[in-house]
């Protein structure tokens, strides 16, 4: 096979699907998103974002990305990590690639901390997690409109203990040109009124510090447990920007999956 730079672009999977596939629809829908009112506060070091279809979970994400408005021009370099929904493995995956696609373009990625992470026992570096996953490629064009001149860190998790994402966080954590990503939904598939308790619960569990959670609270709970472990230990609190569900936003109330955005803060 022909190791050209177009071969190592990873193309988008879920395009049409999870988000608008046309340019100007989809940045007009992610703009709206981040244009909703939002809190003055600080911008966060590290973010907890849903990944579901923007019809339900993009109000949520915008909330969430929304936070970053102060720091957003700061930005370098981006971490994203999130669950792998398709493929089994051990460990943490990185993409052979130079860059991820969407509509609204190219985001490379950062081969300095692919080189680094490369030294990682636990990271294994394969396409197959990546191909299809949509947990990290629908945070993209969100960034892409708030920090168009970040890199991207992409890094999907399989079967890895908190401690070693923990781990990976640490190496990578950096200044204020670097941002945490969590890619994370909350429960799946209850009543709505089970959800909002169940979701609550999992929430509080998140701004008290505590890095238990498990995979029927969020899926991507093994990145939040991680990143809580590190918050933690630096002295950062998390809040709740915004806590729904799809019966909130574009879905109906019999089986509803829940949807939190969270900011990690300093002291």
Not at 169 to 188: P, Q, Y
Request: charged residues 20%; negative net charge; glycine residues 10%.
């Amino acid at each position: 096979m022909t190791n050209t730079h177009t071969s190592r672009v990873r193309a988008p999977a879920v395009a049409g699907l999870f988000y608008p596939k046309d340019p100007e629809e989809l940045g007009d829908s992610v703009q709206a998103f981040l244009d909703q009112p939002s809190c003055d506060r600080r911008a966060p070091k590290a973010l907890i974002a849903p990944h579901a279809g923007y019809v339900y979970s993009g109000p949520v994400a915008g909330k969430a990305y929304g936070s970053l408005a102060s720091r957003a021009d700061q930005l370098r370099r981006i971490v994203l990590i999130g669950p792998s929904h398709r493929v089994w493995f051990e460990g943490v995956a990185i993409a052979p690639a130079t860059a991820f696609e969407t509509p609204l373009g190219i985001v490379p990625v950062s081969a300095d901390a692919m080189a680094q992470l490369r030294k990682l026992p636990t990271v294994v570096e394969s396409n197959r997690p990546h191909a299809m996953e949509h947990s990290l490629e629908v945070q993209l064009p969100f960034l892409q409109r708030i920090a168009p001149g970040a890199e991207i860190v992409p890094i999907v998790t399989g079967e890895v203990s908190a401690q070693a994402v923990a781990t990976l966080i640490e190496s990578l954590w950096g200044g204020d040109e670097t941002l945490i990503v969590i890619s994370s939904d909350l429960s799946h598939y209850r009543p709505y009124g089970t959800a909002r308790s169940e979701d609550q619960s999992t929430a509080q569990a998140i701004v008290a510090g505590r890095d238990e959670l498990n995979g029927d609270q969020a899926c991507g709970c093994v990145g939040i447990n991680g990143l809580t472990r590190i918050a933690r230990r630096r002295g950062l609190h998390a809040e709740i920007l915004d806590l729904r569900n799809s019966g909130d936003t574009a879905g109906d109330k019999q089986r509803v999956v829940g949807y939190g955005a969270f900011g990690f803060y300093d002291a």
